[in-house]
């Protein structure tokens, strides 16, 4: 009986210090994934995926380089594969894209062979090459930007506004990917992209301030310029 209740106790003991372990590890993990300051509310509110990067399915081994990648997929789906299977956000990319980011001009917007290579980035990073890789793939195919603005998020010293995802037709319907927040997910289909934008928002807790679709990433800088020089 003395044997059998010593070992109840080490057995207690031993899942008392793993459950503190495991709880000690999610705080380091969690400090180190965010700038100081912040806290897991504003975590969950940003452009990072639900779960973290180490819950997620191991990296596909780079077998091939993108030159080769295109030449082989041949349909939003498999572009969304690899997405799915190698993408992780980036957090500190994102805080030097931030809306007030001092780094942010000086900051180039990964190309998609360069995300390819890295796997890794931030939202733009990510739409990007979603978007040029299937144009290359089908120029025939409906494709947009759509950028959305939310309520400023203020993270640290950082402030968030905007996130970037791709929008394309199929069968006269509308669908969404290359979404940062769940990568790998297609959301569809839509007639209407304010239907997306309504649901978009209770998912992310976050109220949407406005939308718009695009044809680029790269800001209309030049008009800006051209405006200012006509007033003059």
Known sequence: MRTLFKSQIYHHAAIVIRNAIALFLLFIFTMGASAPGTTTEDIKHTDAPALPSSNQNPI???KDSYEVMIKTWQTVYDVNNWIARNFRYDMQR?????SNSDAREKTRIYNPEELYNTKKGACIDLVRFAYE???????????????????????????????????YRENNHLYLMADTKRPGHISGPYTDISNFINQYEQYRER???????TDTYKKKRKKKLLKKRLKQ
């Not at 994102?94 to 931030?98: G, P, W």
């Open 133 to 167: 890789t299937i144009k290359s793939i089908d120029s025939t195919i409906y494709l947009k930007y759509l950028i959305i603005e939310f309520e400023p998020l203020q993270m640290s010293d950082r402030i968030f506004r905007r996130h970037w995802l791709v929008i």
């Open 60 to 62: 596909d081994p780079q």
């Open 207 to 213: 109220r949407i301030l406005s939308y718009k679709l």
């Open 94 to 98: 994102a805080m030097q894209l931030a």
